[in-house]
């Protein structure tokens, strides 16, 4: 007779116990992109919502500000680093495939011999990255969890290329997810449109290209829905949602994201991020970034019930709700 | 099936609520991009819009030969159900 394998059950609810972000300390405005190619402030701002963005120095790599931001959220949290046992990356801009950018951040940060890995889900990846952290400690197979979305975009878009050198930056946001008496973290809501892949890629693995209008459609009509599903999953209704954090993709994306989840019932004052207006288009980075900065700012408060959802390129997206910590 | 004025007028609502434009300036033969300053992220709004008003749909391959209000109302003639 075969013996009978063991499987783990950790504790039934997770939280979020703390959050942080880094961001570059160089801003670059709407007019320093103006003296690089034809655009000018009034129609960035129009077109995507973005005032300002920071950009990483060329020795300053994704692995140096997801540490930063990996610390930060520890002491949100009031953790040590030896409290946590798994490391995972989500992002899309390692330079090189080989090594990974968790092993790495993991050992810098003094998390000792930690499970680490990257998730590459592009601009849904922390939102996948958080569901994994989560269903890992309810499953046993972790105590405590560092999520950081680290991007270093700037190394993957043409400088002068005048539609995306407006949108894309650098930075990184993280969360530190652990054990929790109450539920504080929903099941994630994710998939994916593999279908609408060539919509956003890589020209000569160098550059991103995006097929705008296709993007724009399938976010404006697409996400809410998914974000929707989140909501019902997590056993609540639209209107229990305080606070909606959308990827920081483009601020008439969020918008229409918003007014769509209105017209299903989210609140008039719905809270709705629009981090992008002085971050630009972090990917993985944008919605902890984002999280973060409205938690110093008081516009989200410790107890609301906040409903992320990423999408990105593969196409692919994620969302669940949380309590904030 | 709605007539070519139902059409103008459910497609002036549109753009106005979109774009801020006046419903009595989107007139047949303006251009979307030149004369009423929409631009191509709010042409697929209009779009979406406007496959849920009609019941047609205006992929984006179609959405760029409608460069008048006048083609757009000959489209959604053409093809509404």
Not at chain 1, 214 to 240: C, H, M, N, Y
């Given at each position: 007779?075969s013996?009978?394998?063991?499987?783990?059950?950790?504790?039934?609810?997770?939280?979020?116990?703390?959050?942080?972000?880094?961001?570059?300390?160089?801003v670059?405005?709407?007019?320093?992109?103006?003296?690089?190619?034809?655009?000018?402030?009034?129609?960035?701002?129009?077109r995507?919502?973005?005032?300002?963005?920071?950009?990483?120095?060329?020795?300053?790599?994704?692995?140096?500000?997801?540490?930063?931001?990996?610390?930060?959220?520890?002491?949100?949290?009031?953790?040590?680093?030896?409290?946590?046992?798994?490391?995972?990356?989500?992002?899309c801009?390692?330079?090189?495939?080989i090594?990974?950018?968790?092993?790495?951040?993991?050992?810098?940060?003094?998390?000792?011999?930690?499970?680490?890995?990257?998730?590459?889900?592009?601009?849904?990846?922390?939102?996948?990255?958080?569901?994994?952290?989560?269903?890992?400690?309810?499953?046993?197979?972790?105590?405590?969890?560092?999520?950081?979305?680290a991007?270093?975009?700037?190394?993957?878009?043409?400088?002068?290329?005048?539609?995306?050198a407006?949108?894309?930056?650098?930075?990184?946001?993280?969360?530190?997810?652990?054990?929790?008496?109450?539920?504080?973290?929903?099941?994630?809501?994710?998939?994916?449109?593999?279908?609408?892949?060539?919509?956003?890629?890589?020209?000569?693995?160098?550059?991103?290209?995006?097929?705008?209008?296709?993007?724009?459609?399938?976010?404006?009509?697409?996400?809410?829905?998914?974000?929707?599903?989140?909501?019902?999953?997590?056993?609540?209704?639209?209107?229990?949602?305080?606070?909606?954090?959308?990827?920081?993709?483009?601020?008439?994306?969020?918008?229409?994201?918003?007014?769509?989840?209105?017209?299903?019932?989210?609140?008039?004052?719905?809270?709705?991020?629009?981090?992008?207006?002085?971050?630009?288009?972090?990917?993985?980075?944008?919605?902890?970034?984002?999280?973060?900065?409205?938690?110093?700012?008081?516009?989200?408060?410790?107890?609301?019930?906040?409903?992320?959802?990423?999408?990105g390129?593969?196409?692919?997206?994620?969302?669940?709700?949380?309590?904030?910590? | 099936?709605?007539?070519?004025?139902?059409i103008?007028?459910?497609?002036?609502?549109?753009?106005?609520?979109?774009?801020?434009?006046?419903?009595?300036?989107?007139?047949?033969?303006?251009?979307?991009?030149?004369?009423?300053?929409?631009?191509?992220?709010?042409?697929?709004?209009?779009?979406?819009?406007?496959?849920?008003?009609?019941?047609?749909?205006?992929?984006?391959?179609?959405?760029?030969?409608?460069?008048?209000?006048?083609?757009?109302?000959?489209?959604?003639?053409?093809?509404?159900?």
């Amino acid at each position: 007779m075969s013996p009978v394998l063991r499987q783990k059950q950790g504790p039934a609810a997770t939280r979020i116990l703390g959050v942080g972000s880094y961001q570059p300390d160089r801003v670059v405005t709407n007019d320093d992109l103006s003296t690089i190619m034809d655009t000018n402030d009034q129609w960035i701002r129009e077109r995507v919502g973005i005032v300002e963005r920071r950009f990483a120095e060329k020795d300053e790599l994704l692995v140096d500000m997801a540490v930063k931001a990996g610390n930060a959220a520890l002491a949100d949290a009031g953790l040590q680093p030896g409290e946590v046992d798994t490391v995972i990356v989500p992002n899309c801009t390692m330079p090189s495939p080989i090594p990974n950018a968790a092993g790495q951040v993991a050992d810098r940060i003094g998390v000792k011999a930690a499970g680490a890995f990257d998730l590459n889900a592009a601009c849904a990846g922390f939102c996948y990255g958080l569901g994994v952290a989560s269903d890992l400690i309810r499953a046993g197979s972790a105590g405590k969890v560092l999520v950081i979305g680290a991007e270093k975009l700037t190394d993957v878009v043409d400088p002068v290329d005048r539609a995306n050198a407006i949108i894309f930056a650098d930075g990184a946001g993280a969360a530190v997810v652990g054990p929790s008496d109450e539920p504080g973290i929903g099941p994630v809501s994710w998939g994916s449109a593999g279908d609408l892949v060539d919509t956003i890629y890589m020209r000569d693995h160098k550059y991103i290209f995006q097929e705008g209008q296709s993007v724009f459609r399938w976010a404006t009509t697409q996400i809410a829905p998914i974000a929707l599903k989140a909501v019902e999953l997590a056993g609540l209704e639209p209107s229990d949602i305080d606070v909606l954090i959308p990827h920081q993709a483009n601020l008439r994306i969020v918008d229409a994201i918003a007014k769509r989840l209105k017209t299903k019932g989210a609140r008039e004052d719905l809270v709705v991020a629009d981090d992008i207006r002085f971050s630009g288009n972090t990917s993985s980075a944008s919605i902890p970034m984002a999280l973060d900065h409205m938690r110093k700012a008081g516009t989200v408060k410790s107890g609301d019930v906040v409903l992320m959802v990423g999408f990105g390129a593969g196409l692919s997206y994620a969302g669940q709700v949380v309590i904030c910590p | 099936m709605a007539d070519k004025q139902e059409i103008l007028s459910g497609l002036a609502e549109i753009v106005e609520e979109v774009a801020g434009v006046a419903q009595d300036d989107v007139s047949l033969e303006k251009s979307f991009v030149d004369d009423l300053d929409i631009d191509s992220l709010s042409m697929v709004e209009i779009a979406v819009q406007a496959e849920d008003k009609f019941g047609v749909k205006i992929p984006d391959d179609e959405l760029a030969n409608l460069k008048t209000v006048g083609d757009a109302v000959d489209y959604v003639s053409a093809n509404a159900k």
